[in-house]
């Protein structure tokens, strides 16, 4: 790969090859990463040659992945224009959170009376890592565990239908959950946040967890709009002084 054309389009300047197990299903989530991480910005082009050599695949099973991107929202594809990572708007954001957070206080609600035992430690160490990624200043490997947390109790709620509206969803929200704890004012919120939605599982309140979960939602929607607007204005005064 080209080190210093990579560097400057801020990917990894080095191999990074998908296993062959499974590699579309692989190839995909290490994209719907780049994305969600910001390592593929928004509105960019997606680097297809530079990929290719840092996953070590064809183009064939690249294209294949970014149609899956495309279908979650991630990716806009243009007949022989190539890809880009779709941008995030205000609308956008707007309406896919009251949706996720009827799904969500809806998941709280069932998982509260349904979770196991061993699903519930499961949960609360999971929180306790991410705390502990939070004391860190570890995002990336907080906003992960963040994750499955979330995906803990979508599973314990036990709802295939349910599942699979939240997975198509999914992609998008979390890019714009990632956004949301850029701040570090937002990122200590969500942490408080997560105790109070652990607390309400383990109390198997399921009435408070779907609240909690549907408040935690509102909350990281107006964060994220915030987040939108600043970058809006920010670009706005770049081409101003330009």
Known sequence: MDTESAEKRGLTPFPEPV????????LVARLRDLIIEGELSPGARVPERELCQRFQVSRTPLREA????????????????????AALTVADVEEMFPVMGALEALAGELAASRITEEGLAEVRALHYQMVLHHKRGELAAYFRLNQQIHEKILEAAGNATLAALYQGLAGRI????????MSAR???????EHEAILAALEARDGTRLGAI????????????????????RKGGQAASNS
Do not use: F, I, M, S
């Open 174 to 181: 979390r890019r714009a959950r990632y956004l949301a704890n």
């Open 19 to 26: 296993a062959r197990g499974a590699l579309h299903d692989r």
């Open 66 to 85: 970014l149609k899956v991107l495309a279908a979650d929202g991630l990716v806009q594809l243009a007949p022989n224009r190539g890809a880009r990572v």
């Open 213 to 232: 979960l549907e408040d935690h939602l509102k909350n990281k929607c107006e964060t994220v709009k915030e987040a939108l607007l600043a970058e809006q």
């Open 186 to 192: 937002r990122w200590a919120r969500a942490v408080e």
